[in-house]
């Protein structure tokens, strides 16, 4: 019922900023918690972080990324600075339908239910 696309991902250097965008589509971006995931080769698809009312990170990425959005433009965001070789992923945007009255931080990849396609993200040294 909602579209997600991502882009802006890359190849860059350790220490570059990038920031990744995620249009929605089909629904108001306001009425849905959003977040970002990433997944690298071999590896689970693991939370980075997420945006209800409160932006919330996975502890990896705290104090370099900020995830904001904007509900006019209906875009999710997802600055990245002082970016390390671990962060080196596909990126996806996720959507959940409302906001936890409990205010609730959803981490899990099966919290949510609409995904993007993912935009790839390669650091180097």
């Known amino acids: 019922q909602v579209q997600l696309v991502e882009s802006g991902g890359g190849l860059v250097q350790v220490g570059v900023s990038l920031r990744l965008s995620c249009a929605v589509s089909?629904?108001?971006?306001?009425?849905?918690?959003m977040a970002w995931f990433r997944q690298a080769p071999g590896k689970e698809r693991e939370f980075v972080a997420g945006?209800?009312?409160?932006?919330y990170y996975a502890d990896s990425v705290k104090g370099r990324f900020t995830i904001s959005r904007d509900n006019a433009k209906n875009t999710l965001y997802l600055q990245m600075n002082s970016l390390k070789l671990e962060d080196t992923a596909v990126y996806y945007c996720?959507?959940?339908?409302?906001?936890?009255?409990?205010?609730?931080?959803?981490?899990?990849?099966?919290?949510?239910?609409?995904w993007g396609q993912g935009t790839q993200v390669t650091v180097s040294s």
């Open positions: 996720a959507a959940r339908p409302g906001i936890s009255a409990s205010g609730r931080d959803y981490r899990r990849v099966d919290d949510f239910g609409s």
């Open positions: 945006l209800p009312w409160r932006d």
């Open positions: 089909g629904r108001s971006l306001s009425t849905y918690t």
